[in-house]
């Protein structure tokens, strides 16, 4: 006889989801997921050098000392038994074959971008638009960065009106993880007959 008979419920099965977190250079990747994962990130950040002069861009992020040069990874649990598996791609052009590797088995993608810098976001919506992969566009409220309506961003931009825009604090846990619950919502809405309504609506 089963051991879960009687009524009791059965302990949840675990499921892991592979989330990429994209952007251009300097929009709050690492710090995101730093925000929120449950375990000590993986960070592959390296000091900035003169090396890098002319090649990355540093309009509007003149103050970023470090950067991404492989991987950031991170994780955490949501309450229903659904773990999250973070890849942080870095920012840069030149690392963009990595991206690829990253976004392999991917359910999912949240590019985030800075409204100081939001042409930097049309390479990366063009690129999950290429490989098909359900994202939203998280708005990283940056300090005494400009303000515009979701709306304008998501015109801005020229995203589909599927496409799920949000305001997202990168340094906040509770901001981060309702970002991340949406775009789980987005991703599993995507399929036939989804449980997506397993994640509640956003508060």
Partial sequence: MSAYTNCEAA?????KIKIVIAGGFGTGKTTLVGAVSEVRPLLTEAAMTQASEGVDGLAGVESKKTTTVAMDFGRITLHQGIILMLFG?????RFNNIWDDL???AAGAVVLVDTRRLEDAFDVVAYFEAQQLPFLVAVNQFDRA??????????????????????????DRRSVLEALKDV?????????????TVLGART
């Fill in 11 to 15: 302990p949840p099965r675990l499921q």
């Fill in 89 to 93: 791609t870095p920012g840069q052009d």
């Fill in 103 to 105: 976004s392999r088995g």
């Fill in 146 to 171: 400009p303000r515009y309506l979701l709306d304008e961003v998501r015109e801005a931009l020229r995203l589909d009106a599927s496409v799920p825009v949000v305001a997202c604090d990168a340094r």
């Fill in 184 to 196: 789980v919502r987005h991703a599993l809405s995507r399929l036939p007959a989804s449980p997506h």
